[in-house]
């Protein structure tokens, strides 16, 4: 048989694990879903090794291991952190959580050796790293094409640099975060009000209508490809509450107006332990009406959607069934280890085909990227080469061009087609 008999090939069942391993290795990455910043934002971009050390993952992990009291910590610089941090869980016990194996993979995939154990060596290493060179050298490794940052203009660090913005790198997308805006109006009203907004604490039409021009004017100036808000497990919709309002009369007209979709992300329950800070946020479960009368009522309007607890995506799956303006994507925060995302990603594929995100990274340190995409794609390449394998099966035929299109739906395709459709 020529070795080629056309730019497509029929695939067969002995090579299948090998060439969907080759085409997920070979196809760039949208990452929807980050709170990275692009280089341009100065500080807020977070890389290197004391980052990765003392990821908020790590530091919840870390404080299950010791007695110190949590001011002791807060108090320590960021490479004090990053020392009792890799002390604590890398050498006194064996690395094996997916947030510490990450690291791992981080210095391994960027040529430094694991075996070493040399945190120093590791700081040398990055410190000689201009950061132009090392985020093309992370997108390359990562296999990226983009990232969605998160982009909230409540953060004083950040409305410094739109106030004034400099050239952002192309690969790095906006998103319009607002969280604050949504979930804490009556302890915010007043920034509003110093920004020139003519709003009341109570959500008069004069209110909400000076609300629709923030969320207007935020949209032109950082254009943003959704707007985003986390939202706690007792979301409710309709709901007469502030948020309620604010989502029904402020949020969706603007979204729906300027076709960019609203990104929920439901279950988490914040500062459960508040001394742990960033790290002290938890799941619960949560209920899918709420999803639901939003898509069934606002059918012009589109709408992403994750959920944090593992109890919800199964249900998740059905809602997003009914409803062509929904769409899922990622496993978030607790659910991104590999064998909940084989679960879930199974039961997408399912339930759903091939007309969802499988992942994003939510990754805060830039070199995170790197160990959350490669650990994904074990994970996809296993999940995908069963399903695959079960169509053959039939005698159905596939052609290594239609696995490639499938793979570069669910690796950015069905998002960027989802950000241009109009119901
Ligand atoms: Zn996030």
């Known amino acids: 048989m020529p070795e080629k008999m056309s730019d497509d090939m029929p695939v067969l069942m002995e090579n299948l694990t090998d060439t969907i391993r080759k085409i997920f290795n070979e196809t760039l990455i949208t990452d929807i879903h980050t709170h990275l910043y692009a280089p341009s934002f100065g500080n807020l971009l977070l890389w290197g090794i004391d980052e990765l050390l003392t990821y908020h993952y790590l530091v919840a992990e870390f404080f299950r291991t010791t007695e110190m009291p949590y001011s002791n910590f807060w108090n320590m610089s960021k490479k004090e952190q990053a020392n009792a941090i890799w002390q604590a869980l890398f050498i006194e016990r064996s690395p094996i959580s997916e947030a510490c194996r990450g690291v791992l993979t981080v210095l391994k995939q960027l040529g430094l050796d694991t075996a070493e154990r040399d945190l120093n060596a590791y700081r040398d290493w990055f410190a000689q790293q201009s950061i132009a060179d090392h985020v093309n050298r992370v997108f390359e490794v990562a296999n990226l094409k983009a990232v969605v940052m998160t982009n909230d203009p409540f953060d004083p660090n950040e409305r410094d640099f739109w106030l004034s913005p400099a050239e952002i790198d192309t690969r790095f997308f906006t998103s319009l975060r607002l969280d604050t805006l949504i979930l804490r109006w009556v302890e915010i009203y007043t920034m509003l009000q110093a920004w020139g907004y003519t709003v ?27 707007v985003a808000v986390s939202l706690p497990p007792q979301f409710d919709f309709p709901e007469h509450s502030p948020r309620g309002i604010i989502i029904e ?3 969706l007209p603007v979204t729906k107006f300027f076709n960019i979709p609203l990104a929920l992300m439901i279950g988490v329950n914040r500062n459960v332990n508040p001394e742990l800070k960033l ?30 607890s593992r109890e919800n995506i199964h249900s998740a799956c059905v809602t997003a069934r009914k409803f062509r303006n929904l769409l899922p994507f990622g496993c978030w925060w607790f659910l991104n280890n590999p064998s909940l995302i084989e679960e879930i990603t199974s039961m997408r594929a399912e339930l759903l085909g091939t007309t969802f995100i499988p992942q994003h990274s939510d990754a805060r340190v830039l070199e995170q990227v790197i160990y959350k995409w490669e650990h994904t794609r074990e994970v996809l390449i296993k ?11 039939t005698g159905w035929k596939l052609t290594e061009n239609e696995i490639k299109r499938d793979v570069a739906n669910y690796l950015g395709g069905n998002f960027w087609k989802f950000l241009e459709s109009k119901f």
């Open 383 to 393: 999940v995908y080469t069963e399903q695959y394998s079960k169509i053959l099966a």
């Open 200 to 226: 009341d604490k109570d959500l008069t039409e004069e209110t909400l209508s000076e609300i629709r021009r923030f969320v207007s004017d935020w949209i032109q100036k950082i254009k943003p490809v959704y």
């Open 279 to 308: 790290a002290g946020d938890s799941v619960g479960t949560a209920s899918l009406r709420p999803i639901e009368n939003l898509c069934e009522k606002y059918p012009q309007n589109k709408f992403m959607f994750t959920m944090l």
């Open 249 to 251: 009369q402020a949020i």
